[in-house]
Nanobody, 122 residues
Framework: QVQLVESGGGLVQAGGSLRLSCAAS????????MGWFRQAPGKEREFVAA????????YYADSVKGRFTISRDNAKNTVYLQMNTLKPEDTAVYYC???????????????WGQGTQVTVSS
């Protein structure tokens, strides 16, 4: 069982930065792949980034490549999403997710956090 709690969301102007954190409970965090997804009003949940259990492999959606960076600190049971050069279209609720195998589809993740709101003003 893994419980996830996101933090770090907020309101930022276009071009600004935010760092999201996702704290995980449980002793086996380091064995889980982690993903970040987002969902804007009226839209489906979409993949943002994912990282494998060692942190040595990561994937990004084309829309965030070069602007967002996913990382993890297994000693702190935390995964991060550094978001730079934010755009209004990045506005969404951001969710972190965990499962044994890295995936880019939300269907590949069994455990989910409650989400944190990110709003980018123009």
């Amino acid at each position: 069982q893994v419980q996830l709690v996101e933090s770090g969301g907020g309101l930022v102007q276009a071009g600004g930065s935010l760092r999201l954190s996702c704290a995980a409970s449980g002793r086996t965090f380091s064995s889980y792949a982690m993903g970040w997804f987002r969902q804007a009003p009226g839209k489906e949940r979409e993949f943002v980034a994912a990282i494998n259990w060692t942190g040595g492999r990561s994937y990004y959606a084309d829309s965030v490549k070069g602007r967002f960076t996913i990382s993890r600190d297994n000693a702190k049971n935390t995964v991060y999403l550094q978001m730079n050069t934010l755009k209004p279209e990045d506005t969404a609720v951001y969710y972190c997710a965990a499962d044994r195998i890295i995936a880019t589809s939300h269907q590949g993740y069994h455990y989910w956090g409650q989400g944190t709101q990110v709003t980018v003003s123009s």
